[in-house]
């Protein structure tokens, strides 16, 4: 069994800056890509930014030269350094990751997803 646990949400000012972390714990053999999608009220799920196992980041436009995505392989874990947050930047954070099981079973897991809210 697989598991993917989000910290580091809560209420940000704008201008601010806020880290988000993941950690993915279980019958873990290889972690490939890894990401964090988001979700506003009314809104769909969106892609904010990913990253595959050897670091190569890729963003959603809105986020670039604001928000920083990174891992740490060791630990399993993925991080969003959300800086300069701006109001439409709060929703519902989910942590994403495609995993091999050491049974050799892959599929993509979601976390339970952690709440950023931007407001003065």
């Known amino acids: 069994q697989v598991q993917l646990v989000e910290s580091g949400g809560g209420l940000v000012q704008p201008g601010g800056s806020l880290r988000l972390s993941c950690a993915a714990s279980?019958?873990?053999?290889?972690?490939?890509?890894m990401g964090w999608y988001r979700q506003a009220p009314g809104k769909e799920r969106e892609l904010v930014a990913v990253?595959?196992?050897?670091?190569?980041?890729n963003y959603e436009d809105s986020v670039k030269g604001r928000f920083t995505i990174s891992r740490d392989n060791a630990k399993n874990t993925v991080y969003l350094q959300m800086n300069s947050p701006k109001p439409e930047d709060t929703a519902v954070y989910y942590c994403?990751?495609?995993?091999?099981?050491?049974?050799?079973?892959?599929?993509?897991?979601w976390g339970q997803g952690t709440q950023v809210t931007v407001s003065s």
């Open positions: 994403n990751a495609y995993i091999v099981t050491t049974r050799g079973y892959s599929n993509r897991y």
């Open positions: 279980g019958s873990i053999f290889n972690i490939n890509d």
């Open positions: 990253i595959t196992r050897s670091g190569s980041p």
